[in-house]
């Protein structure tokens, strides 16, 4: 069964560093996601993409971060200067038409020293 | 105040005894209702889509229920591998487009 794949499962980064977490959707899924889940809190919406350019994003989603498609299977989410209350766990997720079930890799756990 | 309300937090079972998870929202302009199982370290997995009032799911051992305030997962005769926990998710035309908008979760010990 297809499955979306995320690179790394861990990153170890210093605070103000750039991070870039990669994310491989499910290979005919048109929309992607990005959501992060702090230790023992719920799973939260950063960003939608869809059609090659951002379709919705939360409050969270700020300056810093930014996501990009930089060919037909590859979908990053750059933190540009990380702050210790980053540290979370990244899931990236996709389906292929809205209002469908997304699927979710297994995250990168990204921790901020 | 949360959109999206799971209860218990968390239930600890005996194998075989049976028991509902309930997920109560109050957002308007529902698109679905998602239910994810979730295993330590992993990411969510898919478990149901709930699009109307009166629609209901099954597979092996969970029954997916919808009303237009709230969701029950009932969980029939658990195994140890039904240990979990259990996502519930909507989409809604009210707020945010595209995003899901999660609960807290239940933690779900099934004990052989």
């Known amino acids: 069964e297809p499955e979306v794949t995320q690179t790394p499962s861990h990153q170890v980064t210093q605070m103000g560093q750039e991070v870039i977490l990669r994310c491989v959707p499910i290979?005919?899924?048109?929309?992607f996601y990005w959501y992060r889940q702090i230790l023992g809190q719920k799973v939260e919406f950063l960003v939608s993409?869809?059609?090659?350019?951002?379709?919705?994003k939360s409050e969270i989603f700020d300056d810093q971060f930014s996501v990009e498609r930089p060919d037909g299977s590859n979908f990053t989410l750059k933190i540009r200067s990380t702050k210790l209350e980053d540290s979370a766990m990244y899931f990236c997720a996709s389906d292929r038409y809205s209002n469908q079930p997304q699927h979710f890799g297994d995250g990168t756990r990204l921790s901020i020293l | 105040e949360d959109q999206v309300t799971q209860s218990p937090e968390a239930l600890r079972l005996q194998e075989g005894e049976s028991s509902s998870l309930n997920c109560s929202y109050t957002v308007s302009g529902l698109r679905g209702l998602f239910w994810y199982r979730q295993d330590p370290g992993k990411g969510p997995e898919f478990l149901f889509t709930l699009y109307s009032a009166g629609e209901e799911k099954e597979k092996e051992r969970l029954k997916a229920t919808l009303t237009k305030k709230e969701s029950f997962l009932h969980i029939t005769a658990p195994k140890p591998e039904d240990s979990a926990t259990y996502l519930c998710a909507v989409l809604y035309s009210g707020g945010g487009a595209d995003g899901l908008t999660f609960g807290k979760g239940t933690h779900l010990i099934i004990q052989p």
């Open positions: 993409f869809y059609n090659n350019e951002i379709s919705e």
């Open positions: 290979s005919n899924h048109l929309y």
